[in-house]
């Protein structure tokens, strides 16, 4: 069975850095892509950007570009999203998905809530 | 990228209705379109794939079309765990968006 299991929920003061996971079991995880998503709270989806676990190529949806840092360890099968300096701004529910490119993304993990506040 | 623009963006209707969205995007994408639906506290899931394809395990009243610019989502007869927000998504290139959704409510 394909999963995706998430770190859990953070509270974070602005400034503060955090790295979030996604782990990956079921599958070959260095075959597919994962890809991370923000929800604000009471918005929409926006995709901030995918990694090949299988060689960690990482490509950034322009808004996120510089904000974040995704990677991976292939040897654990954990993609990971990374701050160097969480904003309030920042304050959203997370998730990561297996992206299958053209055919969507097709296994999602449970979320991982961010909060960012003084 | 290409920007998707679905409608409405919310939605009002009755168990056992007929319901279409849509979703345009700015350029063409050719079929790479996806549908997913968004219950409260909930994960997203994958609907329909490559604007036509039913993901496995999905009811057959949940259907897709279109290709280029302008794709439409129809659920045939509305039941009540339909209710939700739907989000298209274009995956032609790697630099993945979302429409803005369209919120299914109950009438």
């Known amino acids: 069975e394909v999963q995706l299991v998430q770190s859990g929920a953070e509270v974070k003061k602005p400034g503060e850095s955090l790295k979030i996971s996604c782990k990956g079991s079921?599958?070959?995880?260095?075959?597919?892509?994962i890809g991370w998503v923000r929800q604000m709270p009471g918005k929409g989806l926006e995709w901030m950007g995918i990694?090949?676990?299988?060689?960690?190529?990482?490509r950034y949806s322009p808004s996120f570009q510089g904000q974040v840092t995704i990677s991976a360890d292939k040897s654990i099968s954990t993609a990971y999203l990374q701050w160097s300096g969480l904003r309030a701004s920042d304050t959203a529910m997370y998730y990561c998905?297996?992206?299958?490119?053209?055919?969507?993304?097709?296994?999602w993990g449970q979320g991982t809530l961010v909060t960012v506040s003084s | 990228d290409s920007q998707m623009t679905q409608s409405p963006s919310s939605l009002s209707a009755s168990v056992g209705d007929r319901v279409t969205i849509t979703c345009r995007a700015s350029?063409?994408?050719?079929?790479?379109l996806n549908w997913y639906q968004q219950k409260p506290g909930k994960a997203p899931k994958l609907l329909i794939y490559?604007?036509?394809s039913l993901q496995s395990g999905v009811p057959s009243r949940f259907s897709g079309s279109g290709s280029g610019t302008d794709f439409t989502l129809t659920i045939s007869s509305l039941q009540p765990e339909d209710f939700a927000t739907y989000y298209c998504?274009?995956?032609?290139?790697?630099?993945?968006?979302f429409g803005q959704g369209t919120r299914l409510e109950i009438k």
């Open positions: 998905a297996r992206h299958l490119g053209h055919s969507g993304s097709d296994f």
């Open positions: 079921g599958y070959t995880f260095t075959n597919y892509w």
């Open positions: 990694i090949y676990p299988g060689d960690s190529d990482a």
């Open positions: 350029q063409s994408i050719r079929n790479y």
């Open positions: 490559a604007a036509t």
């Open positions: 998504q274009q995956s032609y290139s790697t630099l993945v968006t």
